[in-house]
């Protein structure tokens, strides 16, 4: 969830009142945000390195906003304000316009199609006569800031380059090149780069050394030229220094390069809708044409959709009994102007602005009509119908031996459900081909790149990270794991196991048979090899040593195994003393 920090003079000047830090906290509250924090750049400065450094600094009262993550229209003061002055009924929902230019042709960006292979899309547009203070110029700044980090994903999936239209030449050229092709004065620098240069400069940038992944292992970079030859950008890693914005400027060129055009759009569309009331004509938005291999595209669309809706269902939904008008009204507050339906009163027409994409569902709309009207206000009832919940019998089941397990002496540990390849493989003597793992597509992290298949490793990493504390670890932990399988709907499913580890200078194989025998005695099972009951017999399996491993059978079914670790095993862990362990299907036994 994004925090957005405002100032308290700003917001309270835009709402044209003087709020308490309580008042503004009921505002926030009432709209659905969180006033997380009332602070100042003095108070986090003294917080963060002491009051020595924080001599001279701004002691102007900030408030930290917690925005959901799907409003992009709120990460912005302009946009707060907006929306707060819509709910209060100051203003009326604005309506944007993306125009023709009043003078000239249109701005053009050409994507020539060498981009395919690195950052395929782009869109653009233009604001027109537009008025930066300090103040607008910061808040332009931050929103873009807040959108790579959010709804661009880092900059991966869309980057965002603006620029001062007044000091280059259209049409504009999107292309990919080789970097050592590339060369160009970067913003706030002194002197020109190649694109080879930059990658060393920013690789030690706390700010931009996160972004050049993205494309440096690329054979190409994207790049945007205007018809004069200047560098606007090397998107997604910096902008060229000779278009930057700078408090004088008055017509702003955007260009957003990206591999997702969905994204792009709503990024777009956010950016030019939020500063658009800083033009001279405020919310109109000058067009601009995209000619890429597919053809001509012209933006912003600013996408306006209307959904026709069931009045008494949003009553029904939310839980109050409300006139028709006055939901239409409730949806107007929350910057979702809607009116009654002249062919029928009982349907609403809720018309959806290019600012709210996250207005998909006749759920979002109910939530709209539940926050305008004020949770608090809505009458608690009982049900009318009479359910009685419970348990689910694996749950149950496995709450009873989470605490019989532990008065047996071992201690619950919690590992994450998501490892790496090589902890349910590699690292346990297995060949991945023969691990029925589900595959993360696109992983974050090299640790998280398979749902867990067994909750051994997961044991055995928790112990390599405690292997100091006092002998023995006692470990285990019952919970799901996920095979793949062609025979559910999902191709997967989840199965819930328990395992235990014994760790010490011997492996006591006799303690973790003797929790075994413990686990069939709660769970009233018998010891016999007639088809009843439960026994274990020899096996073989490459984690386990040899000659020390066995299955356990339950009714002529394998529903896990017991044995002592192979030490290659206990060597990928990093774990040099012996240890014995014991994994089951829980979900065998009910």
Partial sequence: MPTVGIKKEAICKALDRNYTDEEFDELCFEYGLELDEVTSDYEAIVKEQGEEKAKGADTSVIYKLDIPANRYDLLCLEGISRGLNVFLSRMKPPVYEALEPSAGCRQRLVVDPSTECIRPYAVAAVLRNITFTP??????????????????????????????????????????LPP?????????KEKEYTAVELMELYSTDNHLKHYLPIIKDSPVYPVIYDAKGVVLSMPPIINGDHSKITLNTRNVFIEMTATDMTKARIALDILVTMFSEHCDAPFKIEKAEVVSPDGLQIYPILPYREEKVYAPALNHKVGISESHDKIANSLSRMCLPAKLDPSDSDFIIVTVPPTRPDVM??????????????????????PKTNTTGEQYE?????????????????????????????????????????VPAVHITNPKAIEFQVVRTTLLSGILKTISSNKNMPLPLKLFEISDVV????????????????????????????????????????????YSKDGTGY????????????????????????????????????ANFDLNLPAAALELNLEAFL
């Avoid at 569902?361 to 608690?380: P, Q, R």
């Fill in 135 to 176: 103040e607008r110029y910061a808040s332009f700044i931050e929103l873009q800031d807040k959108l790579h980090q959010n709804l661009c994903r880092q900059r991966t999936l869309v980057a965002i380059g603006t620029h001062d239209l007044d000091t280059i030449q259209g049409p504009f050229v999107y292309k990919a």
């Fill in 180 to 188: 050592q092709d590339i060369k160009f004065k970067p913003l706030n």
């Fill in 361 to 382: 569902h006749m759920a979002d709309i109910v939530e709209g009509v539940a926050i305008a009207h004020g949770y608090d206000n809505i009458t608690k009832t009982l």
């Fill in 394 to 434: 694996i749950n149950k089941v496995t709450d009873l031996m989470r605490h019989e397990i532990a008065q047996a002496g071992f201690t619950e540990c919690l590992s994450f459900i998501l490892c790496s390849t090589d902890d349910v493989s590699k690292k346990l003597r297995k060949d991945i081909a023969t």
């Fill in 483 to 526: 095979h793949r399988t062609s025979k559910s709907d999902v191709g997967a499913k989840n199965e819930r196991r328990f395992c235990a580890v014994n760790y010490n200078k011997l492996a006591g194989f006799e303690i973790v048979h003797g929790l075994l025998d413990r686990f069939m005695q709660l769970a009233e099972v018998k």
């Fill in 535 to 570: 026994y274990i017999r020899g096996a073989e399996d490459s984690t386990y040593f040899p000659g020390h491993c066995a299955e356990v059978v339950y009714k002529e079914k394998v529903v896990g195994m017991v044995g002592v670790l192979h030490p290659e095993v206990l």
